[in-house]
């Protein structure tokens, strides 16, 4: 073991315990108080990872405020420290460590909401892809159209939800949380076709097209598990949207 | 996907890059000689980070400047993972130029986000000196290395960082990025003389330039009395002192591509465009000087 | 000779009805393009030290309480039930 490897070990167990012995041999020169001196590396660590947190997930800040979401995140960054160098990737655990930690509370919904904004971040920065255009069902054979399955764009995440996580993504947009009805359970779908990253409601019955579709089902099933749930699924219009909102990369015949 | 040439990073001023002023570069088009960015932030497959870097990429050459590769980390082999994601960077935007810091920022596999400092000494200079090299070999390119802005160091450091900085460069042909901010926070945090370490400074193997802002904050050193440090924020302009210093580099080195860094309370693109040009004009000032000598 | 299967039938008829209303508006997503999110609002890396002061720090990392004992103070307070209060808890329970 190299000999600076110690030192650094004591450093990092130093950086996110604030009562924690400094590491041995660090100094600075004619300068006494060095507690003061190494809080500045604490301080560059915490209050940069609560940044990050605050930016990659605007709407739990938004519904909580500044003083229980830097708790929030001072305890999720202690439990989760950051694995990748990239920021914009930190927080993937949040939904889950919300979940686990927020059995009995006033938020129920914030763990789905969290969830939400981490999908809103992977259709962000998602690999891009050319949707197809719907007229390009027309050129498949109709004895193929049970066995048609779909590529689907990388951006695409669904999301069921027990809450109206639809309504309380559309109120932060608008600055309106008055028309949130914690009685209701939604679902989305998100998707990020060109610049712009898309939510969108899902009904139940969509909801299992859909990710039958992301699953690789073909068309027969997809169908069957919409019509399972709602026996009014309408396909045409369902089909339409798939292609309308930019999900489609290619068609293929399992 | 557009292919880039590599295209080298001119002897003028140049401005780290900010998701704010987007907009403004392509809409704008400003005259300007370059522009930075940490790797870190591209590091996603797609979406607009890559569109509108791909859209200014090719107005502009462009320098990628890594925060977290850890190079002072006691481990035997560099990540892998983010040397590809280094690498396939390189392949898709062609940069003039590629630079690293003298810290470490990742620990038994956690990432802390700063800049950390190392202590000097034969055995970290090794360990530095084999990731250096790694890197370099990975990505088929020099990398520079900069200097670090410090709050501490160790009581077991016997080189002096200018001297470590020279060793390392000598060891792995690697060139060196000289922040003039970093000299001035580092020297009055650590009581030493910004010029004292301009002159020892291996000169010769500096590529490029940093210049930034920094702000004060008082420390109550007890019986020692009040001691004034300094934080390296990049959350202000330049200030006469650093200009000074940097005035003084240049009259030793020449024009070198020089990057404004502002990271923190984000100015609008015209005072940050603003700031660039007084460093151009220092340049430019450099440039006939020599001449003239 | 396969059998054609009723929702062979059905799954032709609705790609006919699909591809020649391409332009059909989408009830039952109630798709609404969002406002612009901002490029920025997203973790940045950068090379500076934290915003504020080493004390702010130290105090930051102290921060270490039940985050759960603090009061939420933000735009969940306007999220009402149907019966015009803060959820309760009871109700939470029921609904999952």
Known sequence: MAEFEKIYSEFTHALLRPKAALPKGVIAPRAPNIIKRFGIYRNNVMVSLIEAMKSNFPIIYALVGDDFFTALAVAFINKHPPKLPMLFAYGDEFAAFIRLYSTADRLPYLADMAEVENLWRKAYHAKDATCIDISALQKIDGEQHLKLTFNIHPAVFILKSGWPIYSIWLGHETDDMGNVDLNIAQNIIINRPDVDVLVMQLDAANCAFFRQIINGKNLENCYNAAMEIDASFDLGCCLSQLFGIGMITGLNIN | ?293 | MKLITPSKLVIAGAITAAVSSVAMVTPTLAAEKEKCYGVAKAGENDCKAGAGTSCQGTSTVDFQGNAWSFVPKGTCESIKTTAGTMGSLEEIMMKK
């Open chain 2, 1 to 293: 996907m557009v292919r880039f040439e590599k295209q080298r990073i001119p002897p003028l001023a140049g401005v780290g890059l900010k998701a704010q002023h987007y907009r403004n570069i392509i809409d704008e088009k400003p005259s300007l000689g370059w522009f930075e960015i940490h790797p870190e932030n591209y590091m996603g497959a797609g979406g607009p980070p890559h569109q509108y870097l791909t859209a200014i990429r090719e107005l502009y050459p462009l320098s990628l400047h890594g925060v977290g590769m850890s190079l002072g980390s006691p481990v035997k082999r560099l990540d892998q993972d983010h040397l590809a994601r280094f690498k396939s960077l390189i392949k898709r935007y062609e940069p003039g130029l590629i630079s690293e810091h003298l810290a470490w920022s990742t620990h038994e596999g956690v990432f802390y986000n700063d800049l950390l400092p190392l202590p000097y000494t034969d055995e970290t200079l090794t360990h530095v000196a084999n990731h250096v090299n790694e890197m370099q070999d990975y990505l088929g390119r020099q990398v520079l290395i900069e200097n670090p802005s410090a709050y501490l160091s160790y009581e077991d450091s016997p080189y002096a960082e200018t001297e470590f900085l020279d060793q390392l460069a000598q060891k792995t042909g690697c060139g060196l990025l000289l922040d003039v901010n970093n000299i001035f926070v580092s020297a009055n945090n650590q009581n030493y003389d910004c010029y004292e370490y301009l002159k020892a400074f291996p000169v010769q193997y500096i590529g490029e330039i940093h210049l930034g802002g920094h702000s004060e904050e008082l420390v109550d050193d007890g019986d020692a009395g009040i001691a004034k440090m300094l934080i390296d924020d990049h959350s202000s302009a330049v200030i006469e002192p650093v200009w000074n210093i940097y005035k003084r580099l240049l009259e030793k080195v020449g024009p070198k591509p020089s990057l404004i860094e502002w990271d923190g309370d984000i100015p609008d693109w015209a005072t940050l465009y603003n700031e660039a040009q007084v460093a151009d004009q220092f340049i430019a000032e450099t440039s006939i000087d020599k001449k003239v000598g």
